[in-house]
């Protein structure tokens, strides 16, 4: 059976991006069992209200709802349960130093294939305050106004 290439995404935390200003991306694994990887590959995985913590020198993935294989059985796992992250130890060790010290969090961002292999994408998060919500919505707005009217521009020039 041939591998399939390259990256295919399953699921985004868009809500981690609209909380948080993200500042270092991480990639790691993840231990899953039995039907896990099947829904998966349906796509039938919530991300919403998730984050990481760090037990006993091992990261640990709370919150994320992987919904029970259709058509598995008695095998299907309880969705809500914590799922421990594959990552190097230096990187264990320097991200829980940095989040005991400066008060971030580690919030996971996408969820993804590569190589067939299902991965997760973590994000040293810093709490936004919700002036910074609304400072980076006005830049968005802005910054599809200026598009538009460009674009509107271009087509009166033709």
């Known amino acids: 059976m041939a591998k399939e290439k390259g990256i295919k995404i399953i699921a985004e935390n868009r809500k981690a991006f609209h909380d948080y200003f993200i500042e270092e991306k991480y990639e790691c694994g993840i231990v899953l069992s039995g039907t896990e990887v099947k829904s998966l590959r349906a796509g039938k995985v919530n991300l919403r209200d998730s984050y ?3 037990k ?3 990261a640990w993935l709370i919150g994320v709802n992987i919904s029970p294989y259709d058509h598995g059985n008695r095998f299907n796992l309880d969705p809500m ?3 421990k992250l ?3 130890k230096r990187e264990i060790i ?3 130093s940095t989040v005991k010290q400066d008060g971030l969090t580690l919030v996971p961002t996408k969820c993804y294939f590569k190589d067939s292999k299902v991965k997760f994408e973590v994000g040293l998060a810093r709490g936004k305050k ?3 919500k609304r400072d980076v919505l006005a830049e968005k707005q802005a910054k599809r106004e200026i598009d538009r009217a460009i674009k509107s521009k271009n087509r009166s020039n033709r």
Do not use: F, Q
Request: glycine fraction near 6%; hydrophobic fraction near 35%; avoid cysteine.
């Open 130 to 132: 919700n002036y910074d």
């Open 52 to 54: 990481v913590t760090i």
């Open 81 to 83: 349960r914590s799922r």
């Open 94 to 96: 320097k991200l829980y």
């Open 56 to 58: 006993a020198g091992e």
């Open 86 to 88: 594959l990552m190097h």
